[in-house]
Each structure stands twice: as C-alpha cells, then as structure tokens.
C-alpha cells in the first residue's frame, strides 16, 4: 500500500483543518510513494519506539507527538534528533504525526478522554466563540472531588492522579484537554465547569484553581492521550481494510515517563 493511501485515511479521522497555527502535522519523514506493509502506531517517534519499529520491520510509523516540531537548522547525528532522522532515513521509515488536529477531531483524543473519565452529554468546548482543543460533558450524578479523582483514576488505568480542591463544591460539569491543557483552566473556569480534567498541572496552575474556585484533576500527559492510540490504531485498520493488505501494530512496550515511589 502506498503511504499517501494511508495519509488519505489519516486526514478522514484527524483533518489537517483542525490543527493548531502552531503546530506541525502530517507526512513529516518519508515519500508519499513509499510501499508500506506495516505501521507501527505509538504516542512518540522517541529512539525506543523506532527501534522497535524497526524490530518488527515496519515501513511506517504514526505518533501523535511531532517527530519535528522546531525549525531544524542543522542535522547532527551525534546529537538526538540527528540520530533518529538517521535511523528513520537509514531504514526508510517514514512517519506521520496527527496532534492538535486529532486531539480536536470527532472520536480523538478529547473524545476517548472524556469517555473513560466517565462523561456524557459530550460535546465541543466554545468560549464566547472561540473553539477551545478539548471537550465539556457531564458526570451521571454529582461527585466530590475525591470520587471523581478515584473515577479518573480508574478510567485512565494509571498509578495515580494529583487534585486540588476547591472546596465542598459537587462536581457534575466537567471540562478537560488531554495532555498539557492547564492554560485554559481560566476558560474552564468561565464556562462553569466544576472540575477541570488535563496534565502537566504546575503548582501555580493550582493556586489559580483554588482562587477560580474550580477543583483540577491532573491525569497526567501520557495517561490522557495514550488510551487514544490505542484506538486510532483499530479505526485506521477498519478504513484501510479495502484498500489492500496492511498490518497495524500497536505500541505496547512504553510507558509514563514518570515513576512514583
């Protein structure tokens, strides 16, 4: 199969119209033209997982983290990102990244979040007009901030979560952004969400919950948009299905970089 058969069902789940200004999606190593037989599907085209890409003899890998993200003025193969462009080019892998544009999109990452944390009445997150990337829904009867710490706990499947609480307030309305999202907790707050859902909480993030008066889980960034991948993984196979012979394996050897003792 050609790569750019694959890049077509790619931008079906994760159209390139909804990414951010900023951000960097789409074929970003590799031709078109490319034959693939295998796509190795994972959160971040870190050296591990190229290394296992090419362990396990795949043509194609698709993240949802950019492989490049800055302008590259130099490639230093000494130097990280020197090093796996080499090993990518070397073995003629080539790679896809759908972030902001799949984190947004009908079924992506904010979706799978706000199913697994428990949610419904699910729908986009708009600010006097303004498209937030992340998702508003609801809990089926209110919780304290402690039960629904737990719940996302459960849902996400990982060691553990952080919350701060603002206090006696029962959460029902619940915003979130998968990944690291603590810049629209001032939004969540506007629009009258009780608890804030994201990763990569920062100390003064959570001064600002307590003064906004609305309780913040942080699940962390992998646990939040990991599960997705999983996912993507299972839709991709299902739309490439008539488009001719092609194995799709899933990233199962990473894990949250951040240990807990």
């Avoid at 789409?26 to 290394?51: M, S």
Wanted: aromatic share 8%; glycine share 8%.
């Amino acid at each position: 199969m050609k790569c750019q058969v694959i890049m077509n069902a790619m931008e079906q789940l994760a159209p390139k119209s909804l990414k951010e200004d900023w951000d960097n999606v789409g074929l970003l190593v590799g031709n078109p033209e490319a034959e693939v037989k295998r796509i190795f599907v994972c959160l971040d085209a870190d050296e591990a997982n190229i290394e296992q890409a090419i362990r396990k003899n795949c043509q194609m890998i698709i993240t949802h983290h950019p492989v490049i993200f800055d302008g590259i003025k130099k490639v230093r193969t000494d130097l990280y990102t020197g090093r796996i462009l080499k090993k990518l080019l070397v073995n003629d892998i080539s790679v896809f990244s759908a972030h902001t544009n799949f984190d947004q999109a009908e079924g992506g990452v904010n979706d799978i979040l706000a199913n697994l944390i428990g949610l419904t009445k699910i729908k986009m997150w708009e600010v006097g007009g303004e498209t937030i990337c992340g998702r508003i829904g609801y809990l089926e009867k209110p919780m304290t901030i402690e039960e629904f710490a737990n719940q996302v706990k459960q849902g996400l499947k990982t060691d553990y979560v952080r919350y701060t609480s603002a206090g006696e307030r029962m959460i029902k309305k619940v915003a979130l952004c998968s990944g690291a999202g603590a810049c629209f907790l001032g939004k969540a707050a506007f629009s009258g969400a009780d608890a804030y859902v994201t990763g990569d909480v920062k100390y003064h993030d959570a001064q600002h919950a307590v003064e906004y008066g609305i309780h913040i889980v942080d699940g962390g960034h992998y646990p939040t948009e990991y599960p997705a991948m999983l996912d993507l993984a299972k839709r991709l196979e299902e739309a490439l299905k008539e488009q001719g012979e092609i194995e799709i394996l899933i990233d199962d050897e990473s894990r949250d970089l951040f240990n807990v003792i």
